[in-house]
């Protein structure tokens, strides 16, 4: 049990309890960010579970600081919570690599190499004649998985290191040759884990 003389201490109010606000804001700002980024992406079913937890968690904590308005040490946790918040929530998109992006490459020659990767690894292209500013160029047209996009812009330096390319977010694509699809939950668990490997 809660040792209540705890409770009551001054260790308690302005140690404890900012933390715990801060570590709980923390969580409802990184959920908030996470939900954010799924609507943007059209998952209609994660976003309002998330968005659940994260007003559940919220009113828990606007609660704690409505009862503790005189103690301005749970204003600056709850103000940090909120900062580191969206600085994890960030940081899991990113691990996350949600959703699917457009990327178009403009190159003047040497494009087999790049074309013969996009086939090896199952990833539907589009190749154009086109004019540029300095003579004929190919554009390369390509709808690709946020998570393979490091890997594809590694090997747009390797094979075409002065080649010009821009890169847009997807809300959805469809009829395309992509790589197999991971699911979101089974992308999170993989992206911890190798977090942890990596870590050891």
Request: proline share 3%; glycine share 8%.
């Amino acid at each position: 049990m809660i040792n209540v003389s705890l409770i009551d201490s001054q260790f308690y109010a302005w140690i404890i309890l900012p933390c715990l606000i801060g570590l709980a804001r923390i969580l409802d700002v990184s959920i908030g960010t996470i939900r954010l980024i799924f609507v943007a992406k059209g998952y209609k079913y994660w976003a309002p579970i998330l968005g659940f937890f994260e007003v559940l968690v919220w009113i828990i904590v606007i609660g704690e600081v409505m009862k503790n308005l005189n103690n301005p040490a749970c204003y600056v946790g709850y103000a940090a919570g909120f900062a580191a918040g969206n600085f994890m929530g960030i940081w899991l998109e990113e691990k996350l690599s949600i959703g699917m992006v457009i990327i178009r490459i403009i190159a003047k020659e040497n494009i087999e190499n790049l074309v013969e990767f996009f086939k090896s690894k199952k990833i539907g292209v589009t190749i154009v004649d086109a004019e540029g500013a300095y003579g004929k160029v190919k554009i390369l047209f390509s709808i690709i998985n946020r998570e393979d996009y490091t890997e594809v812009a590694e090997k747009i330096h390797e094979f075409n290191p002065k080649a010009f390319y821009s890169v847009e977010d997807v809300r959805s694509a469809r009829e395309g040759v992509f790589p197999l699809h991971i699911p979101v939950h089974k992308r999170l668990y993989g992206s911890l884990f190798r977090s942890r490997i990596k870590g050891k």
